[in-house]
Nanobody, 126 residues
């Protein structure tokens, strides 16, 4: 059974940094797409970033380009999201998502991913 568990959320002041991690288990494919999404009451669940685990090609939504970095550790089965220069508008519940057996598209949507974690809260104060 596939399981995704997020960690690393918390509260930080604007301009600060946080690092989210997603531990994935219960799968055997190596050519996968792992992504991060975030949800706010106003905007629903928006794509943030994704990475193809075989090629390490990474893709980012415009609001986070240059500030967030997604990376993966295939041996540990983890995907990380380093978030720098955080802004109050980054406040959201962040979710890890996975699709196994295929690389990422340049842009992702939530319908691309059948597997989801429970989420971790990020709060950025001004």
């Amino acid at each position: 059974q596939v399981r995704l568990v997020e960690s690393g959320g918390g509260s930080v002041q604007a301009g600060g940094s946080l690092r989210l991690s997603c531990a994935a288990s219960g799968y055997t494919y190596r050519n996968n797409c792992m992504g991060w999404f975030r949800r706010t009451p106003e905007n629903g669940r928006d794509w943030v970033a994704s990475i193809s685990t075989a090629s390490e090609l990474a893709y980012y939504a415009e609001p986070v380009k240059g500030r967030f970095t997604i990376s993966r550790d295939n041996d540990k089965g983890t995907v990380n999201l380093q978030m720098n220069s955080l802004k109050p508008e980054d406040t959201a519940m962040y979710y890890c998502a996975a699709r196994f057996g295929a690389p990422c598209n340049v842009r992702s949507s939530r319908t691309d991913f059948p597997h989801w974690g429970q989420g971790t809260q990020v709060a950025v104060s001004s």
